[in-house]
């Protein structure tokens, strides 16, 4: 059902491996994926999720708000997290030299349209 626009989101962002809709629960509800990505991604979908709801426990913790945006710089991968709902969250994952600014739009572009259609 997701699919199509997480595929859109791939070919949108410059430097995109991975996108997927994830359940805080560390089930996706969809995915889309380059072709020069090798090996399993499903732990890393699991453990982006249990980041998301760490973060959303800490914020909830210090009464700081809902948390709207996460992201993560490392080395060989950037991260860029966005929550779609109180349930899910809209993920994509980037070469290190990859368009984070585009990643970030996108996302903020995406998850009201993704939560529309959740809703219908």
Do not use: W
């Not at 380059?34 to 913790?61: F, I």
Request: cysteine-free; overall charge negative; aromatic content about 2%.
């Amino acid at each position: 059902m997701f699919e199509e626009t997480l595929a859109e989101l791939l070919e949108a962002i410059d430097g995109s491996l991975m996108t997927t809709l994830l359940g805080y629960d560390g089930i996706d509800l969809g995915r889309a994926v380059t072709p020069t990505v090798k090996g399993q991604t499903d732990h890393l979908v699991v453990e982006t999720a249990a980041l998301m709801n760490r973060m959303r426990q800490v914020s909830a913790q210090l009464r700081m708000g809902a948390v709207k945006e996460l992201s993560v710089e490392a080395e060989e991968l950037l991260l860029v997290l966005r929550p779609v709902d109180d349930r899910l969250a809209l993920a994509v994952a980037l070469k290190p030299d990859g368009n984070l600014g585009m990643a970030r739009y996108q996302l903020a572009a995406k998850a009201p349209e993704l939560r529309r259609a959740l809703a219908s």
